[in-house]
């Protein structure tokens, strides 16, 4: 089946590091992405990993996939206030209706 | 800004009515997404289409339905519209196929339009 799943809501404190954790169930996923949705405005990508890899950094963004455990999260070290949005895990599907998958959407929220 | 243009960025009709919501790609970009997002459902996926044909649906109604035209335009066309058809409908593109995007990665997103069905 086709399901991407994540928790609805995070709140760090300013200089923390964020881990916003998702978990998806189609095996056949071949790249899984992080996107990014500021207040009124469409969203971003922000990374993506492809299936086959187990770590993904870039710069304070390290990207963690547990293919076992059809797990995906993302790790924002040294969390600042601009980073309060809306983060989507989506997995893209390349099957015979090749689709993108996005979750419901993590919003982070930063506190002083 | 992402390139991709959407129209209008609101509407505010009564249910039983008809709209249509407009979404030109960014240049180059020959495949067009279609997403809900809603507050209780987040992001839904409703229809893809690519160069003019249709390639993946989703969770898309029977009351809605979308065309992708020669100049890669698309309209997402929604009628008998319920209380619940109110959420911000986003358009994305990409240059390649929905399989195929992944080699690229990228999905760029319009501003959305928002539908409040009162």
């Known amino acids: 089946g086709e399901d991407v799943e994540q928790s609805l809501f995070l709140s760090v404190r300013e200089g923390d590091s964020s881990v916003i954790n998702c978990t998806y169930t189609?095996?056949?996923?071949?790249?899984l992405y992080w996107y990014k949705q500021e207040p009124g405005a469409g969203l971003q990508l922000l990374t993506y990993?492809?299936?086959?890899?187990d770590m993904k950094q870039d710069q304070r963004l390290t990207v963690l996939l547990n293919k076992k455990d059809k797990h995906l999260s993302l790790r924002i070290a040294d969390t600042q206030t601009g980073d309060s949005a809306i983060y989507f895990c989506?997995?893209?599907?390349?099957?015979?209706?090749?689709?993108?998958?996005f979750g419901s959407g993590t919003r982070l929220s930063i506190r002083p | 800004d992402s390139g991709v243009t959407q129209t209008p960025k609101h509407l505010i009709t009564a249910t039983g009515q008809r709209v249509t919501l407009r979404c030109s790609p960014r240049?180059?970009?020959?495949?067009v997404y279609w997403y809900q997002q809603s507050l209780d459902q987040g992001l839904q996926f409703l229809i893809q289409?690519?160069?003019?044909?249709?390639?993946a649906k989703g969770n898309i109604l029977e009351r809605f339905s979308a065309q992708q035209f020669p100049d890669l335009h698309s309209e997402l066309n929604l009628s008998s519209l319920e209380l619940g058809d109110s959420a911000l409908y986003f358009c994305?593109?990409?240059?390649?196929?929905?399989?195929?995007?992944?080699?690229?990665?990228?999905?760029?997103f319009g501003e959305g339009s928002r539908l409040t069905v009162l």
């Open positions: 989506a997995e893209s599907l390349y099957s015979s209706a090749s689709k993108i998958i």
């Open positions: 240049s180059g970009d020959l495949s």
């Open positions: 990993i492809f299936s086959n890899m």
């Open positions: 994305a593109s990409s240059k390649f196929d929905a399989g195929l995007a992944g080699l690229t990665g990228e999905l760029f």
């Open positions: 189609d095996s056949s996923s071949t790249y």
């Open positions: 289409y690519y160069n003019g044909e249709e390639r």
